[in-house]
Every structure is written in C-alpha cells, then in structure tokens.
C-alpha cells in the first residue's frame, strides 16, 4: 500500500464513516473498495458490483447476472465463438452484448472470476450432496 492524501467534503466524509461503521471496516478500506470498484466500471462500462450473502462483494451486469455466472455458463457450453456468445445469452434471457461485457470484465480479472466460480461449484457439489442424504433418509 502507498499512502495518498485527498481532501473529501464533510458530508462524503460522514457517509464513508457511516458506511465503514456498518460495514465494520476502516474508513481506508472502504475508500480504496469503493474507488478500485469505481475504477472497474470505468473501464468496463455494464458492470456493477453488489453484495452477495454467499460470494462478498462481486461482479455483476447491470440488472442481470454475475460476471461468475455468465463464464461458468459460457465455458459449460459446445459451442464455440459468437455462437457461444449466443447461447449464453439467450440461456440468460440478455442480448449478447451484455455476455460480451462479461467477457471483457473476466479478460481483465480472470483469477477473482475463477476463484468465484470455484467457490460455487464447491458450495453447488456441497448442497447436492446435502440434498442427496436427505433424500436417502426419506426413502
């Protein structure tokens, strides 16, 4: 880390307090989040990021899907170049721009993006198996 000086007007600098207090963060962390995540959809315009009860704080299309869920679907497919693109979308219910969006988000960080799919195969192949006991005591 580098230390940087800015100036923030008072009521920036409440609302940042305020949110580090819920957040139970640091107002230094909250800041750099908030400004790498700003920096993020500048560079890619259609990406947002929310909070996620089970992921923390991800990537997402705006109004739509995760940029996780879009290239675990999308690398799932048979279909290759724009027909791939295709069929993600269409499996989405969004115009292929959007999963092209995606694409440039995981281009530029692909590690964060697999480490989320990952933990979502994890946590899918966890429930399943949860699910399938239960199903055997039932029987």
């Not at 705006?62 to 499996?91: F, K, M, Q």
């Amino acid at each position: 880390m580098h230390p940087t000086s800015i100036r923030l007007p008072q009521p920036v600098k409440d609302r940042l307090e305020q949110l580090a207090i819920r957040r139970s963060d640091t107002p230094s962390a909250v800041a750099v989040r908030l400004i790498d995540e700003g920096l993020r959809m500048t560079d890619h315009p259609g990406i947002v990021f929310h909070d996620s009860r089970a992921h923390g704080r991800v990537a997402a299309l705006v109004g739509g899907p995760d940029v996780a869920e879009v290239i675990d679907v999308l690398t799932g497919l048979d279909a290759t170049g724009d027909a791939r693109v295709t069929e993600t979308a269409e499996w989405f219910g969004i115009h292929p721009s959007r999963v092209r969006v995606a694409l440039g988000y995981y281009t530029a960080f692909q590690d964060e993006i697999d480490r989320q799919i990952d933990l979502r195969r994890r946590e899918a192949a966890e429930l399943r198996g949860r699910y399938d006991a239960e199903q055997a005591l039932l029987e």
